[in-house]
């Protein structure tokens, strides 16, 4: 059974920092595209960066330069370190997991960042 699970969300004044992790069983984790997208309220879910299984990272022209995403192959976790966050980064954070057609969600973690 595979499962994705976020941890790592919180409240958060603006300008400070949260590093969210995503933690994957059931699947053979090196081989996935690993990403981190986010849904505010009233909102559609959307992309924020991805890591390929070499390492290889893009990320939303919004998040550049102030979140990082990173991976542990060996312990099967993808991180997002999240740097002067704003309030309008408030939103549900979710991992997934993509092999060729195939995409995995974890259930979430909430990030409310204050102004």
């Known amino acids: 059974q595979v499962q994705l699970v976020e941890s790592g969300g919180g409240l958060v004044q603006a300008g400070g920092s949260l590093r969210l992790s995503c933690s994957a069983s059931g699947i053979i984790y090196s081989s996935y595209l690993m990403g981190w997208y986010r849904q505010a309220p009233g909102k559609q879910r959307e992309f924020v960066a991805t890591?390929?299984?070499?390492?290889?990272?893009n990320y939303a022209d919004s998040v550049k330069g102030r979140f990082t995403i990173s991976r542990d192959n060996a312990k099967n976790t993808v991180y997002l370190q999240m740097n002067s966050l704003k309030p309008e980064d408030t939103a549900v954070y979710y991992c997934?997991?993509?092999?060729?057609?195939?995409?995995?969600w974890g259930r979430g973690t909430q990030v409310t960042v204050s102004s």
């Open positions: 890591s390929t299984s070499n390492g290889n990272t």
């Open positions: 997934d997991a993509v092999f060729a057609s195939t995409t995995y």
